[in-house]
């Protein structure tokens, strides 16, 4: 797992923070650096957390029920957002003889997915055919992909280069546009309309590195380890907030002010003392519009 904000972006933040001694016992750069990470990567899973999902590209295996409408349509709400693509949707009247379809076109609302089922041949084992009955009630199993694409370069390009190279492809799609946070060098880059995803596994596992072809040449040379986000620019400063936050903390718990705030169990909300909970608050205030919709 990478953090949704790289070390490097974090540092060029105007933080104004002392970012050489986080590792005590060592006066190592690289030493720093990685504890630095590691901060960064509670700061992400805290947001993952407080938006009740994960926030970056991911493989989603959600089983549910539903029912067929009259043109022999499944209609799903998702579990995750924003929905990127389908990989597949089984149905059928028991959950352990489900009638698979690959990569089906789907017609995606909001968060709710529109899904028509196979109209020729047998199903649910062989021993049905044509549709399922209108409103009866299936179960469905769908593997889609949600989240905003959250991934970093991991070779060194050129500038006027037309591939990169990133840890994670999942959720890059053609003809989306993703933005380079390589500090001094930012650029959007727009993946070209004929790149094709590695596909996916079913059960998801570990993705590996790949190489995204551009639509047009980047104007910069970029090194590896920065992000390649399609994530809203304030999701970020909302990872950024947090972990300042941490970091701004006193070291004892007499001068901890946090239990005095709603972001732990106290119940005084307010407090004239200057820490970092008005960041966490911030942090709160912008991933509210990204929680997940029930």
Same mark, same amino acid.
């Given at each position: 797992?990478?953090?949704?904000?790289?070390?490097?972006?974090?540092?060029?933040?105007?933080?104004?923070?002392?970012?050489?001694?986080?590792?005590?016992?060592?006066?190592?750069?690289?030493?720093?650096?990685?504890?630095?990470?590691?901060?960064?990567?509670?700061?992400?899973?805290?947001?993952?957390?407080?938006?009740?999902?994960?926030?970056?590209?991911?493989?989603?295996?959600?089983?549910?029920?539903?029912?067929?409408?009259?043109?022999?349509?499944?209609?799903?709400?998702?579990?995750?957002?924003?929905?990127?693509?389908?990989?597949?949707?089984?149905?059928?009247?028991?959950?352990?003889?489900?009638?698979?379809?690959?990569?089906?076109?789907?017609?995606?609302?909001?968060?709710?997915?529109?899904?028509?089922?196979?109209?020729?041949?047998?199903?649910?084992?062989?021993?049905?055919? %044509?549709?399922?009955?209108?409103?009866?009630?299936?179960?469905?199993?769908? !593997?889609? !992909?949600? %989240?905003? !694409?959250?991934?970093?370069?991991?070779?060194?390009?050129?500038?006027?280069?037309?591939?990169?190279? !990133?840890?994670?492809?999942?959720?890059?799609?053609? %003809?989306?546009?993703?933005?380079?946070?390589?500090?001094?060098?930012?650029?959007?880059?727009?993946?070209?309309?004929?790149?094709?995803?590695?596909?996916?596994?079913?059960?998801?596992?570990?993705?590996?590195?790949?190489?995204?072809?551009?639509?047009?040449?980047?104007?910069?040379?970029?090194?590896?380890?920065?992000?390649?986000?399609?994530?809203?620019?304030?999701?970020?400063?909302?990872?950024?907030?947090?972990?300042?936050?941490?970091?701004?903390?006193?070291?004892?718990?007499?001068?901890?002010?946090?239990?005095?705030?709603?972001?732990?169990?106290?119940?005084?909300?307010?407090?004239?003392?200057?820490?970092?909970?008005?960041?966490?608050?911030?942090?709160?205030?912008?991933?509210?519009?990204?929680?997940?919709?029930?």
């Amino acid at each position: 797992m990478t953090p949704y904000v790289s070390a490097p972006a974090f540092i060029a933040y105007p933080t104004y923070l002392d970012l050489d001694d986080l590792r005590s016992g060592s006066n190592l750069a690289a030493d720093q650096t990685a504890e630095l990470v590691n901060i960064l990567l509670m700061a992400s899973q805290w947001c993952d957390n407080y938006a009740e999902q994960q926030l970056g590209a991911h493989v989603v295996v959600q089983n549910t029920r539903a029912r067929a409408d009259r043109n022999g349509n499944l209609r799903l709400h998702l579990d995750d957002r924003p929905y990127l693509s389908m990989v597949q949707v089984g149905y059928g009247y028991t959950p352990t003889s489900l009638t698979t379809l690959t990569s089906p076109q789907v017609w995606a609302e909001n968060n709710n997915l529109l899904v028509p089922m196979s109209s020729g041949g047998a199903w649910s084992g062989s021993l049905q055919f %044509g549709v399922p009955a209108m409103g009866a009630e299936l179960f469905v199993q769908a !593997v889609y !992909v949600a %989240g905003w !694409v959250s991934t970093q370069l991991t070779t060194a390009t050129s500038a006027g280069s037309t591939s990169l190279t !990133v840890a994670d492809p999942t959720g890059i799609q053609p %003809g989306g546009q993703y933005r380079i946070w390589e500090p001094g060098v930012e650029e959007t880059v727009t993946i070209s309309p004929a790149w094709a995803s590695p596909p996916t596994a079913v059960p998801p596992n570990t993705p590996l590195p790949a190489t995204v072809t551009l639509a047009q040449p980047t104007l910069f040379a970029h090194t590896s380890g920065h992000d390649l986000s399609g994530m809203p620019a304030d999701m970020r400063l909302a990872v950024i907030n947090y972990a300042v936050s941490q970091l701004m903390r006193p070291d004892t718990a007499a001068e901890d002010t946090y239990p005095d705030t709603h972001h732990s169990a106290g119940t005084r909300q307010t407090d004239s003392r200057q820490d970092g909970s008005g960041l966490v608050a911030e942090a709160e205030r912008i991933l509210d519009r990204y929680r997940r919709i029930r």
